[in-house]
């Protein structure tokens, strides 16, 4: 059955305030998508959806072909989110670390809801846009409390030589290790024999502080190494390396 022109109308209004759901919330989290990207991807994707079932039912009432595909360009959306959501993901990347997943995850989620608006089950988007907003609100806040049970955060103080290239070394040497590097200063002046740098690190529970100490005395160059967890639950250790 073709689908009618207010029929069409209703099902677009209703992906628009669907995606403007989700959409809110990533705003509301300053990301890379908001309100507009996801509304637009809803309703987008529910009007292909549309316009696949008519095509294909025009070309059954019109021409009597039985062999019309109405996924196929419906199939297609997802193809071209997927593109949508890797942009989110890569305008991250001089972060050191790979952010944007769930706006990305969100993007896809939002043109499946359209798709099933487009394609008349409005009770089962509606569901699916209340269980999406729920992981995006409520899961964060217990993603927050796993990840800060099972990590730590340390500052840690390092001298080591200041030579072309050898803050980015370092950084990468503790990210292939299982440490991300939340925030990296400089304190000393460029110009300096010596670099003297702020590192704050995340690092899992799992690894010990003295192991951490070991492992900056690793890196070649690093002549002295102070840490101290953020929290202060633990004392200042510190370890010194040998010149090279």
């Known amino acids: 059955m073709v689908i009618s022109t207010t029929d069409s109308i209703i099902r677009l209004c209703v992906a628009l305030i669907l995606g403007a759901i989700i959409g809110y919330e990533r705003q509301a989290q300053n990301k890379a998508a908001g309100l507009r990207t996801h509304t637009l991807v809803c ?15 025009d070309h059954f009432l019109l021409y009597g072909y039985r062999n019309a595909d109405p996924e196929r360009i419906a199939a297609q959306v997802i193809s071209g989110v997927g593109f949508l959501g890797a942009g989110t993901i890569l305008a991250n990347q001089k972060a050191r670390n790979v952010r944007g997943l769930t706006t990305a995850a ?33 899961f964060i806040r217990l993603d927050k409390r796993l990840s800060s049970q099972h990590r730590r955060e340390y500052t840690v103080h390092i001298i080591m030589k ?47 502080s003295d192991e951490i100490i070991r492992r900056l005395l690793m890196v070649k160059g690093v002549m002295l190494a102070e840490l101290q967890r953020t929290d202060d639950t633990e ?9 090279t």
């Open 235 to 243: 004392g200042r250790k510190s370890g010194q390396g040998t010149e």
């Open 43 to 57: 309703v987008g994707s529910c009007l292909c959806m549309i316009i696949s079932i008519n095509i294909a039912m």
């Open 106 to 138: 969100g993007l896809w989620a939002v043109a499946a809801i359209g798709l099933v608006v487009g394609a008349g089950y409005l009770a089962v988007a509606a569901a699916a846009t209340v269980l999406i907003f729920v992981v995006l609100t409520v």
């Open 162 to 208: 200041n030579t072309i290239g050898q803050s980015r070394r370092l950084a990468e040497y503790l990210e292939n290790r299982q440490m991300n590097v939340k925030a990296f200063r400089i304190l000393s002046d460029e110009d300096s024999e010596q670099a003297e740098l702020a590192v704050t690190l995340i690092a899992n529970d799992s690894i010990e």
